[in-house]
């Protein structure tokens, strides 16, 4: 499994490290995803980019620093912003056909995901490992 590894707290410079460095992967998930687009649900280019906006959208309300990041991996990929998005959204596109998720906010590792991505046979050659730094919280800024 490939290892990625971003130092920057910033959400959108990290996104940017991280799109940079996973260019040629992510036209790969592109390509996959759009067929399966496609082939589940009829969209085209242009139903795929409206999907992304609507991500993006309601995400903002929720994790302004997640958009931004998106945004930052959708630069540093050369690709578009509501594609990205799109991509990050699948599970709402593909219903019942992805796979598990688990995580832990507190552990002596600190917090970690997992995703099985099972259901593809080209999955693992796809799978990425992210490591990123997180920002501290300030203890005396914490209720």
Same mark, same amino acid.
């Given at each position: 499994m490939r290892e990625l590894r971003t130092d920057a707290t910033d959400p959108r410079t990290r996104g940017e490290q991280a799109g940079a460095a996973l260019r040629e992967q992510i036209a790969g998930i592109e390509q996959s995803y759009r067929r399966l687009f496609h082939a589940l649900r009829g969209w085209g280019e242009d139903d795929v980019a409206r999907f992304g906006a609507q991500v993006l959208s309601r995400v903002a309300r929720w994790r302004?620093? &997640?958009? %931004?990041? *998106?945004? /930052?991996?959708?630069?540093?990929?050369?690709?578009?912003?509501? &594609?990205? %998005?799109? *991509?990050? /959204?699948r599970t709402e596109?593909?219903?019942?056909?992805?796979?598990?998720?688990?995580?832990?906010?507190?552990?002596?590792d600190g917090p970690w995901l997992a995703q099985t991505w099972d259901w593809y046979v080209d999955a693992p050659e796809r799978t990425i490992m992210w490591n990123r730094r997180r920002r501290r919280r300030d203890p005396a800024s914490s209720p």
């Open positions: 302004p620093n &997640l958009v %931004a990041e *998106l945004e /930052g991996l959708a630069a540093g990929a050369e690709r578009p912003v509501e &594609l990205i %998005a799109a *991509l990050n /959204g596109v593909v219903r019942m056909h992805e796979c598990s998720v688990i995580g832990q906010t507190d552990s002596e």
